[in-house]
């Protein structure tokens, strides 16, 4: 069992513990990506959560996904295949996998699977746009989920212009009451991922955010929109992409973020330091040199399709080979080498975790954050 497995195992057992041993890790991970830089060598793959592509299928056509349409189209992962990773998974100790798609609720097998890893030991959530979540929650809650993360993406007409299909909005509140009131958050943990683009990046949207989540006792993250990844796109005439004109709208926004954070601490999951650094992300983008530990990662595709992340570093196809012979092979380590270094699209997956492990992104955001919330 790894370091940070137990340290999982006393937070789990001992709550007050938690805040404690996170701190240790992330100052342990802040020395590891020192040395990394010096020597690489010393930076290997050592998977802690694997997100699983359980379906291409959807049953919205959000303007920045292109899942149900021409990535992956019509590709499910079998529950056989799926039983196999997880029994690999465990064998190897990874504590966590996310349920993603496409939309995960519409695969046939998603309460087993959720069942399966429970089986094994492995931890499941899921990350769903919750339209039909309460025709399956009872389901869901007895094969043993826990956690469900869902992408925020306005109120009312907002929402269903993102989604493109009418009335879904009426739908999705339809279905969140229904969870909750079946589930309270001591039975069933909510979170909103919010999608911090051109269209949202304003106080009112963000207002809207934070009352939607107080309304469902839910937290948030942060989500800056995606410039890299394979399934995403920057909708018509690139309307959710920052500009340099976006400065000011989104420094008021992080601002405005960092007020709630101080007020609202539990509500939002990022820190003050990784909140500042979402301006840089959103403006800079792939000039971020920031490295980043992919090496905790691994993802996988609705194909079968094995990378180390949710951009690149292929490892193999689960149709060809089982998920025991992809893990920590050379391949595998190269791959958690090269995502350091950066020899990628230099996403912004995981910035928060990144920024935090960085020793001199650290320190600089973590200066701007306390000069701005004095502020």
Not at 1 to 25: D, E, F, Q, W
Not at 215 to 244: K, N
């Amino acid at each position: 069992m790894t370091l940070a497995a137990v340290a999982r195992k006393i937070a789990h057992t001992v709550p007050a513990t938690a805040p404690l041993l996170k701190s240790g890790y992330r100052a342990s991970e802040r020395a590891l990506t020192t040395i990394g830089g010096v020597w690489p060598g010393v930076i290997h793959a050592n998977t802690e959560k694997i997100t699983i592509a359980i379906t291409a299928h959807c049953n919205l056509r959000c303007k920045g996904c292109n899942y149900g349409r021409d990535f992956m189209p019509g590709a499910q992962l079998p529950l056989a295949l799926y039983a196999d990773l997880i029994e690999d998974a465990a064998a190897a100790n990874v504590p966590a996998v996310r349920l993603y798609g496409g939309e995960p609720l519409l695969h046939p097998d998603v309460v087993r699977m959720v069942e399966i890893a429970g089986d094994h030991g492995v931890g499941a959530y899921m990350t769903t746009n919750a339209l039909i979540l309460d025709r399956k929650i009872d389901a869901l809650h007895g094969a043993g989920l826990r956690k469900i993360t869902m992408g925020y993406y306005g109120q009312g007409a907002a929402f269903d212009a993102y989604v493109q299909r009418p009335g879904r909005h009426a739908r999705l509140i339809e279905s969140l009451d229904a969870t909750r009131r079946a589930f309270g958050p001591d039975k069933l943990d909510f979170q909103f991922n919010f999608l911090l683009s051109r269209q949202t990046a304003n106080v009112a949207a963000i207002e809207e955010m934070r009352v939607f989540a107080e309304r469902y006792d839910a937290a948030v993250q942060i989500d800056v929109v995606h410039y890299s990844l394979p399934y995403f796109q920057d909708g018509p005439e690139t309307e959710l992409q920052f500009r340099p004109q976006d400065a000011d709208d989104l420094r008021r926004s992080i601002d405005h973020l960092l007020a709630i954070k101080a007020r609202q601490p539990q509500l939002l999951t990022a820190s003050p330091t990784a909140l500042v650094s979402l301006e840089d992300w959103a403006l800079k983008q792939a000039e971020m040199k920031v490295p980043c530990d992919a090496r905790k990662l691994l993802w996988i595709g609705a194909d079968g399709s094995v990378m180390l992340c949710y951009v690149t570093f292929p490892l193999g196809n689960l149709h060809e080979k089982r998920l025991r012979d992809i893990l920590y092979t050379p391949d595998h380590h190269r791959a958690a080498r090269d995502a350091f270094a950066l020899n990628c699209p230099n996403c912004h997956c995981e910035s928060a975790a990144r920024i935090e492990k960085h020793g001199p992104s650290n320190r600089k955001y973590s200066a701007m954050a306390k000069a701005r919330t004095k502020a």
